[in-house]
């Protein structure tokens, strides 16, 4: 069994900012491309960032110079966070998680948090 966990979401000012971490846990034999994708109100689901296995970021152009993803390996779990500068009240949204993990089985897979909400008040 794999788990994604977000945290880090909230309430904050336009101009602020905020830190969501993702934590990956489970039967993992090895964690291939994450990412961070979002979510508001009435629109469809959208990358906003993403990390290959090989180190190669890209991002959504409406977040580029104000959000950085980067990955942290523990003994356990893989850490996956998301920085966020100069916040907008357009990237209000319910953020998610997303990662292709080769589990124990050596079977690849893709999977999802359960999202965290992010609010920017203007």
């Known amino acids: 069994q794999v788990q994604l966990v977000e945290s880090g979401g909230g309430l904050v000012q336009a101009g602020g900012s905020l830190r969501l971490s993702c934590a990956a846990s489970?039967?993992?034999?090895?964690?291939?491309?994450m990412g961070w994708y979002r979510q508001a109100p009435g629109k469809q689901r959208e990358l906003v960032a993403r990390?290959?296995?090989?180190?190669?970021?890209?991002?959504a152009d409406s977040v580029k110079g104000r959000f950085t993803i980067s990955r942290d390996n523990a003994k356990n779990t893989v850490y996956l966070q998301l920085q966020m500068n100069s916040l907008k009240s357009e990237d209000t949204a319910v953020y998610y998680c997303?990662?292709?993990?080769?589990?124990?089985?050596?079977?690849?897979?893709?999977?999802w948090g359960q999202g965290t909400q992010v609010t920017v008040s203007s």
């Open positions: 997303n990662a292709d993990i080769t589990g124990s089985d050596y079977v690849s897979r893709n999977y």
């Open positions: 489970g039967s993992i034999f090895k964690i291939n491309d």
């Open positions: 990390l290959t296995s090989r180190g190669t970021t890209n991002y």
